[in-house]
Protein backbone atom coordinates (compact mmCIF):
# COMPACT_ATOMS: atom_id res chain seq x y z
CA UNK A 1 0.00 0.00 0.00
CA UNK A 2 1.15 3.52 -0.78
CA UNK A 3 0.77 5.50 2.10
CA UNK A 4 1.64 9.04 -0.30
CA UNK A 5 -1.13 8.15 -2.41
CA UNK A 6 -4.80 9.76 -2.40
CA UNK A 7 -6.44 6.39 -3.97
CA UNK A 8 -6.28 2.94 -1.21
CA UNK A 9 -5.22 0.24 -2.99
CA UNK A 10 -3.02 -2.66 -2.62
CA UNK A 11 -0.63 -4.96 -4.80
CA UNK A 12 0.13 -8.31 -4.37
CA UNK A 13 3.56 -10.05 -6.34
CA UNK A 14 3.11 -12.98 -7.64
CA UNK A 15 6.03 -14.58 -5.04
CA UNK A 16 3.49 -13.19 -1.93
CA UNK A 17 0.03 -14.63 -3.85
CA UNK A 18 2.07 -18.21 -4.37
CA UNK A 19 2.70 -18.36 -0.71
CA UNK A 20 -0.21 -17.76 0.14
CA UNK A 21 -2.09 -19.98 -2.37
CA UNK A 22 -1.25 -23.70 -1.27
CA UNK A 23 -3.65 -25.73 -2.48
CA UNK A 24 -5.98 -22.98 -2.01
CA UNK A 25 -8.08 -20.58 -4.88
CA UNK A 26 -7.27 -17.05 -5.72
CA UNK A 27 -10.45 -15.72 -3.66
CA UNK A 28 -8.70 -17.32 -0.09
CA UNK A 29 -4.93 -15.81 -0.86
CA UNK A 30 -6.95 -12.25 -0.81
CA UNK A 31 -8.65 -12.32 2.48
CA UNK A 32 -5.70 -11.79 3.92
CA UNK A 33 -5.97 -8.32 1.97
CA UNK A 34 -6.93 -4.95 3.79
CA UNK A 35 -11.11 -4.53 3.60
CA UNK A 36 -11.87 -8.07 1.77
CA UNK A 37 -13.59 -10.16 3.23
CA UNK A 38 -14.16 -14.14 0.95
CA UNK A 39 -16.65 -16.38 1.89
CA UNK A 40 -17.39 -19.78 0.75
CA UNK A 41 -20.33 -19.89 -1.56
CA UNK A 42 -21.11 -23.53 -3.15
CA UNK A 43 -18.88 -25.16 -1.13
CA UNK A 44 -16.84 -26.73 -3.68
CA UNK A 45 -13.48 -25.61 -5.32
CA UNK A 46 -12.94 -21.72 -6.10
CA UNK A 47 -17.02 -21.43 -5.12
CA UNK A 48 -16.13 -18.84 -2.89
CA UNK A 49 -17.18 -14.79 -3.18
CA UNK A 50 -15.62 -11.64 -2.92
CA UNK A 51 -16.57 -9.03 -0.78
CA UNK A 52 -14.65 -5.50 -1.25
CA UNK A 53 -15.12 -2.70 1.62
CA UNK A 54 -18.76 -4.92 2.22
CA UNK A 55 -19.84 -5.19 -1.40
CA UNK A 56 -20.22 -8.16 -2.76
CA UNK A 57 -18.77 -9.13 -6.32
CA UNK A 58 -21.66 -7.97 -8.71
CA UNK A 59 -20.78 -4.56 -7.06
CA UNK A 60 -17.14 -5.35 -7.46
CA UNK A 61 -15.38 -5.08 -10.86
CA UNK A 62 -13.03 -8.01 -11.66
CA UNK A 63 -10.60 -8.22 -14.77
CA UNK A 64 -7.80 -10.25 -16.04
CA UNK A 65 -5.67 -7.82 -17.94
CA UNK A 66 -7.35 -5.02 -17.93
CA UNK A 67 -10.70 -7.59 -19.48
CA UNK A 68 -14.16 -7.44 -17.60
CA UNK A 69 -14.99 -10.66 -16.78
CA UNK A 70 -17.99 -10.35 -14.75
CA UNK A 71 -21.07 -12.01 -15.34
CA UNK A 72 -22.96 -9.76 -18.07
CA UNK A 73 -26.38 -11.06 -16.79
CA UNK A 74 -26.00 -10.56 -12.79
CA UNK A 75 -22.59 -9.33 -12.22
CA UNK A 76 -21.14 -12.01 -10.21
CA UNK A 77 -17.88 -13.85 -10.81
CA UNK A 78 -17.24 -17.30 -10.82
CA UNK A 79 -13.86 -18.00 -9.64
CA UNK A 80 -14.41 -21.82 -10.70
CA UNK A 81 -13.73 -20.79 -14.18
CA UNK A 82 -10.25 -18.91 -13.75
CA UNK A 83 -8.39 -21.43 -11.30
CA UNK A 84 -5.82 -20.80 -13.91
CA UNK A 85 -4.65 -17.57 -12.33
CA UNK A 86 -3.18 -19.77 -9.54
CA UNK A 87 -0.76 -21.41 -11.46
CA UNK A 88 0.74 -18.76 -14.04
CA UNK A 89 2.20 -16.11 -11.48
CA UNK A 90 -0.27 -13.79 -11.73
CA UNK A 91 -0.29 -10.43 -10.06
CA UNK A 92 -3.04 -8.55 -8.23
CA UNK A 93 -3.87 -5.06 -8.35
CA UNK A 94 -6.34 -4.02 -6.23
CA UNK A 95 -8.10 -0.96 -5.70
CA UNK A 96 -10.96 0.10 -2.90
CA UNK A 97 -13.31 1.98 -3.75
CA UNK A 98 -15.23 3.24 -6.78
CA UNK A 99 -13.54 3.13 -9.77
CA UNK A 100 -14.33 4.21 -13.80
CA UNK A 101 -14.90 0.59 -14.50
CA UNK A 102 -18.72 0.13 -15.35
CA UNK A 103 -19.25 -3.10 -17.12
CA UNK A 104 -21.40 -5.08 -16.34
CA UNK A 105 -21.37 -4.19 -12.73
CA UNK A 106 -21.03 -0.74 -10.83
CA UNK A 107 -17.73 -0.72 -9.31
CA UNK A 108 -18.75 0.28 -6.09
CA UNK A 109 -16.66 -1.87 -3.49
CA UNK A 110 -13.67 -1.22 -5.44
CA UNK A 111 -11.68 -3.24 -8.74
CA UNK A 112 -9.54 -6.03 -8.89
CA UNK A 113 -7.63 -6.69 -11.89
CA UNK A 114 -5.24 -10.23 -12.40
CA UNK A 115 -2.32 -9.33 -14.09
CA UNK A 116 -1.09 -12.73 -15.91
CA UNK A 117 2.54 -13.60 -15.90
CA UNK A 118 4.96 -11.27 -18.42
CA UNK A 119 7.90 -13.51 -20.43
CA UNK A 120 10.59 -12.90 -18.94
CA UNK A 121 14.03 -12.41 -20.62
CA UNK A 122 15.79 -15.33 -19.56
CA UNK A 123 14.95 -18.61 -20.21
CA UNK A 124 13.49 -20.69 -17.34
CA UNK A 125 11.19 -23.36 -16.04
CA UNK A 126 9.10 -25.56 -13.37
CA UNK A 127 7.17 -27.92 -12.40
CA UNK A 128 5.02 -28.03 -9.11
CA UNK A 129 3.00 -30.78 -7.12
CA UNK A 130 0.65 -30.27 -4.81
CA UNK A 131 -1.04 -32.77 -2.43
CA UNK A 132 -3.69 -31.89 -0.50
CA UNK A 133 -6.55 -34.04 1.53
CA UNK A 134 -9.62 -35.33 -0.26
CA UNK A 135 -7.07 -37.35 -2.53
CA UNK A 136 -6.56 -33.25 -3.54
CA UNK A 137 -3.45 -33.62 -6.62
CA UNK A 138 -2.64 -30.92 -8.30
CA UNK A 139 0.24 -30.42 -11.18
CA UNK A 140 1.50 -27.48 -12.91
CA UNK A 141 4.41 -27.49 -15.29
CA UNK A 142 5.55 -23.79 -16.91
CA UNK A 143 8.55 -23.19 -19.24
CA UNK A 144 9.85 -19.77 -20.62
CA UNK A 145 11.60 -19.16 -23.74
CA UNK A 146 13.46 -16.31 -22.91
CA UNK A 147 14.85 -13.51 -25.87
CA UNK A 148 15.04 -15.36 -29.12
CA UNK A 149 14.67 -14.23 -32.82
CA UNK A 150 17.09 -11.76 -32.11
CA UNK A 151 16.03 -10.51 -28.88
CA UNK A 152 12.79 -9.80 -30.72
CA UNK A 153 10.58 -12.72 -29.53
CA UNK A 154 9.73 -14.27 -26.45
CA UNK A 155 7.17 -16.86 -25.14
CA UNK A 156 5.37 -18.28 -21.92
CA UNK A 157 3.18 -21.71 -22.09
CA UNK A 158 2.22 -23.30 -18.50
CA UNK A 159 -0.48 -26.18 -18.81
CA UNK A 160 -1.53 -27.40 -15.16
CA UNK A 161 -4.20 -30.55 -13.71
CA UNK A 162 -5.98 -31.32 -11.10
CA UNK A 163 -8.30 -33.55 -9.79
CA UNK A 164 -9.78 -34.08 -6.47
CA UNK A 165 -12.31 -36.09 -4.56
CA UNK A 166 -13.35 -33.85 -2.51
CA UNK A 167 -13.14 -30.02 -0.88
CA UNK A 168 -12.05 -30.25 2.95
CA UNK A 169 -13.30 -33.64 2.58
CA UNK A 170 -17.04 -32.96 2.00
CA UNK A 171 -18.58 -35.06 0.21
CA UNK A 172 -19.24 -34.92 -3.70
CA UNK A 173 -17.32 -31.94 -3.59
CA UNK A 174 -14.90 -33.30 -6.58
CA UNK A 175 -12.99 -30.98 -9.28
CA UNK A 176 -11.56 -32.12 -12.69
CA UNK A 177 -9.90 -29.07 -14.18
CA UNK A 178 -7.19 -28.58 -16.58
CA UNK A 179 -5.80 -24.88 -17.44
CA UNK A 180 -3.31 -23.50 -20.11
CA UNK A 181 -1.81 -19.96 -20.43
CA UNK A 182 0.50 -18.76 -23.86
CA UNK A 183 1.68 -15.60 -23.64
CA UNK A 184 3.92 -14.32 -26.91
CA UNK A 185 5.63 -11.14 -27.81
CA UNK A 186 7.30 -9.72 -30.41
CA UNK A 187 8.76 -6.46 -30.97
CA UNK A 188 8.20 -5.25 -34.71
CA UNK A 189 10.78 -2.30 -34.37
CA UNK A 190 11.67 0.25 -31.59
CA UNK A 191 8.17 1.28 -31.39
CA UNK A 192 5.55 -1.53 -32.27
CA UNK A 193 5.39 -4.50 -29.98
CA UNK A 194 2.39 -7.25 -30.22
CA UNK A 195 1.77 -9.26 -28.07
CA UNK A 196 -0.87 -12.93 -28.38
CA UNK A 197 -2.35 -13.95 -24.49
CA UNK A 198 -4.75 -16.82 -24.63
CA UNK A 199 -6.09 -18.67 -21.67
CA UNK A 200 -8.77 -20.91 -19.83
CA UNK A 201 -9.86 -23.25 -17.71
CA UNK A 202 -12.35 -26.02 -18.56
CA UNK A 203 -13.61 -27.83 -15.69
CA UNK A 204 -16.12 -29.74 -13.98
CA UNK A 205 -16.86 -29.82 -9.94
CA UNK A 206 -19.48 -30.68 -7.38
CA UNK A 207 -21.50 -28.39 -5.16
CA UNK A 208 -22.82 -28.49 -1.33
CA UNK A 209 -24.91 -25.60 -1.21
CA UNK A 210 -27.87 -26.85 0.97
CA UNK A 211 -27.34 -26.78 4.84
CA UNK A 212 -28.77 -29.15 7.41
CA UNK A 213 -29.51 -29.39 11.10
CA UNK A 214 -26.98 -28.47 13.55
CA UNK A 215 -27.28 -32.23 15.28
CA UNK A 216 -25.95 -34.15 11.54
CA UNK A 217 -22.90 -32.23 12.48
CA UNK A 218 -22.42 -32.76 16.28
CA UNK A 219 -25.12 -33.72 18.30
CA UNK A 220 -23.53 -33.18 21.25
CA UNK A 221 -23.71 -29.56 20.85
CA UNK A 222 -27.01 -29.21 19.25
CA UNK A 223 -28.14 -30.84 22.27
CA UNK A 224 -26.14 -28.22 24.44
CA UNK A 225 -27.99 -25.16 23.09
CA UNK A 226 -31.46 -26.26 22.93
CA UNK A 227 -31.98 -29.18 21.24
CA UNK A 228 -33.56 -31.68 23.15
CA UNK A 229 -34.17 -34.51 20.61
CA UNK A 230 -30.83 -34.65 19.54
CA UNK A 231 -29.51 -38.02 19.63
CA UNK A 232 -26.03 -39.72 18.04
CA UNK A 233 -27.96 -41.56 15.59
CA UNK A 234 -28.47 -38.08 14.11
CA UNK A 235 -24.32 -37.00 13.65
CA UNK A 236 -23.40 -38.26 10.01
CA UNK A 237 -19.95 -36.22 10.31
CA UNK A 238 -18.67 -32.60 8.69
CA UNK A 239 -18.06 -34.71 5.35
CA UNK A 240 -21.92 -34.96 4.71
CA UNK A 241 -23.40 -33.62 2.01
CA UNK A 242 -27.27 -33.63 1.64
CA UNK A 243 -26.58 -33.95 -2.18
CA UNK A 244 -24.58 -36.85 -2.17
CA UNK A 245 -25.29 -40.61 -1.72
CA UNK A 246 -23.58 -44.11 -2.45
CA UNK A 247 -25.14 -46.39 -4.82
CA UNK A 248 -25.17 -49.86 -5.50
CA UNK A 249 -23.05 -51.53 -8.44
CA UNK A 250 -26.76 -52.57 -10.10
CA UNK A 251 -28.01 -49.37 -9.65
CA UNK A 252 -24.21 -47.44 -11.29
CA UNK A 253 -24.37 -49.99 -13.98
CA UNK A 254 -28.07 -48.59 -15.02
CA UNK A 255 -27.14 -45.26 -14.87
CA UNK A 256 -24.40 -45.81 -17.08
CA UNK A 257 -22.07 -42.72 -18.76
CA UNK A 258 -22.86 -39.12 -18.16
CA UNK A 259 -23.13 -36.63 -20.77
CA UNK A 260 -20.09 -34.29 -21.08
CA UNK A 261 -19.74 -30.87 -22.59
CA UNK A 262 -16.92 -31.39 -25.53
CA UNK A 263 -14.69 -28.32 -25.04
CA UNK A 264 -12.83 -28.48 -28.66
CA UNK A 265 -12.53 -24.94 -30.31
CA UNK A 266 -15.64 -24.95 -32.91
CA UNK A 267 -17.33 -28.22 -31.84
CA UNK A 268 -20.37 -26.02 -30.39
CA UNK A 269 -22.93 -27.22 -27.61
CA UNK A 270 -21.46 -30.70 -28.52
CA UNK A 271 -21.40 -33.13 -25.62
CA UNK A 272 -20.41 -36.60 -25.28
CA UNK A 273 -20.56 -39.44 -23.08
CA UNK A 274 -17.70 -39.91 -20.44
CA UNK A 275 -17.53 -41.75 -17.05
CA UNK A 276 -19.25 -40.02 -14.38
CA UNK A 277 -16.37 -38.37 -11.63
CA UNK A 278 -17.93 -41.18 -8.87
CA UNK A 279 -18.11 -45.25 -9.63
CA UNK A 280 -20.77 -45.93 -6.89
CA UNK A 281 -21.83 -42.50 -5.99
CA UNK A 282 -23.91 -39.96 -7.49
CA UNK A 283 -24.32 -35.93 -6.39
CA UNK A 284 -26.93 -33.87 -7.60
CA UNK A 285 -25.11 -30.64 -7.82
CA UNK A 286 -22.80 -30.09 -10.83
CA UNK A 287 -21.25 -27.25 -12.88
CA UNK A 288 -19.38 -27.26 -15.97
CA UNK A 289 -17.99 -24.76 -17.93
CA UNK A 290 -15.31 -23.21 -19.62
CA UNK A 291 -14.61 -19.25 -20.53
CA UNK A 292 -11.44 -19.01 -22.58
CA UNK A 293 -9.67 -15.15 -23.04
CA UNK A 294 -7.83 -14.59 -26.25
CA UNK A 295 -6.58 -11.73 -26.85
CA UNK A 296 -4.52 -9.60 -29.15
CA UNK A 297 -2.08 -6.39 -27.85
CA UNK A 298 -0.43 -3.72 -30.09
CA UNK A 299 1.60 -1.33 -27.98
CA UNK A 300 2.89 1.80 -30.69
CA UNK A 301 4.82 4.73 -28.94
CA UNK A 302 3.49 7.36 -31.15
CA UNK A 303 5.88 9.71 -29.30
CA UNK A 304 7.77 10.68 -26.35
CA UNK A 305 4.66 12.33 -24.86
CA UNK A 306 2.28 9.51 -26.24
CA UNK A 307 1.80 5.41 -26.11
CA UNK A 308 -1.14 3.71 -27.78
CA UNK A 309 -2.59 0.74 -26.98
CA UNK A 310 -4.97 -1.48 -28.73
CA UNK A 311 -6.55 -4.49 -27.71
CA UNK A 312 -8.36 -7.43 -30.06
CA UNK A 313 -10.25 -9.61 -27.59
CA UNK A 314 -12.99 -12.79 -27.83
CA UNK A 315 -13.84 -13.69 -24.44
CA UNK A 316 -15.94 -16.97 -24.53
CA UNK A 317 -18.45 -19.07 -22.28
CA UNK A 318 -19.58 -22.93 -22.57
CA UNK A 319 -21.15 -24.84 -19.84
CA UNK A 320 -24.08 -25.24 -17.02
CA UNK A 321 -25.13 -26.64 -14.22
CA UNK A 322 -27.24 -29.88 -12.68
CA UNK A 323 -29.72 -29.25 -9.85
CA UNK A 324 -33.19 -30.95 -7.98
CA UNK A 325 -36.05 -31.42 -10.44
CA UNK A 326 -39.73 -31.47 -8.77
CA UNK A 327 -39.70 -33.51 -5.78
CA UNK A 328 -36.71 -34.69 -3.60
CA UNK A 329 -37.43 -36.69 -0.21
Excluded: C
Excluded at 86 to 102: F, K, P
Excluded at 170 to 195: H, I, Q
Amino acid sequence: VDAKSSIAYTDVSPEELELRLGTRGIPQALSLTPNVYTETNGGGYDDENIAVRGFTDNYTSFLINGIPVNDMENGNLYFSNWSVLADIGTSVQLQRGQSAVNLATPSVGGTINFVSALPSQDASGSVKYLLGNGNHNKFTVKANTGLIMGGKANLTIALGKRFADSYGGRDGTYSDATSYYLNGSYALNDKNRFEFITLGSPQRHGHAFYSAKLKTWDYEYAKELGDTEATAEDEVGRSYNTEYNTISDAAAAKLGQVARADWMPGSGWNFKETDRYYDNAITARHNYFYRPITQLNHYMKASESLDVITTFLHVGGEGGGTGRYGSFP
